[in-house]
């Protein structure tokens, strides 16, 4: 044959099944396929990313923490060492070695809290080299402390979970302290020598 044969199928009423749904509706499918699940950071973690206010927070609280272990360490090396040794030059030397702890851990924390904020500014890390470069270290402190994270993912992974109540109260620590020391610094003066004339 010139054409090959033709098969045809007809369909008779009782093969026709209806069903009640509308070929015209939407399918269910979820779209929204862009958002990405968010992540409770860990404290001690040089991975993911932080947001301004845990990065406050964080950075507070380990200094805190960090003077309240040393100090105490402080005073009983200077009781013990200049009981031990007889002299100063013992106590200072434990001094040394404390506060010299001190600093190597609060460079750490330091570290560990600017590269997670960069990352959520979706920036490297390397970027923390910056703040030892002169008034470029302003301007990246500013940019830090003020700009907001990336919304949702971006390069380094989600974004951070809400902040918590603890979070955001140690967080304006530092700021109320400021605002009190200005104050006191201003009115103090001022009182003394308001009293001072009133005599």
């Not at 206010?53 to 090396?77: F, S």
């Not at 200077?78 to 010299?100: D, P």
């Not at 600093?103 to 590269?115: D, P, R």
């Not at 700021?175 to 009190?180: E, F, G, K, N, S």
């Amino acid at each position: 044959m010139l054409f090959g044969t033709i098969h045809l199928s007809v369909t008779t009423p009782g093969d026709i099944q209806m069903t009640d749904e509308n070929p015209y509706t939407a399918p269910d499918a979820i779209l929204d396929t862009g958002t990405a699940e968010l992540y409770q950071p860990s404290f001690f973690s040089f991975n993911g990313r932080i947001g301004r206010l845990r990065y406050l927070a964080y950075g507070i609280g380990v200094n805190a923490l960090l003077m309240l272990v040393i100090v105490p360490l402080m005073g009983g090396a200077a009781i013990m060492g200049g009981a031990t040794m007889g002299s100063e030059s013992g106590m200072s030397m434990i001094g040394i070695v404390l506060v010299a702890v001190f600093y190597i851990l609060a460079i750490m924390a330091s570290v560990m809290f600017g590269k997670r904020r960069l990352n959520d500014l979706n920036r490297s890390g390397w970027w923390f080299l910056l703040f030892i470069v002169p008034l470029v270290n302003l301007a990246l402190t500013i940019y830090v402390l003020f700009f907001p994270g990336s919304q949702g993912s971006n390069n380094f992974g989600s974004a951070p979970a809400a902040n918590s109540l603890g979070v955001k109260l140690v967080a304006w620590i530092l700021p109320l302290i400021m605002i009190v020391g200005i104050v006191a610094a201003v009115s103090i003066p001022a009182y003394q020598e308001y009293v001072m004339r009133a005599q």
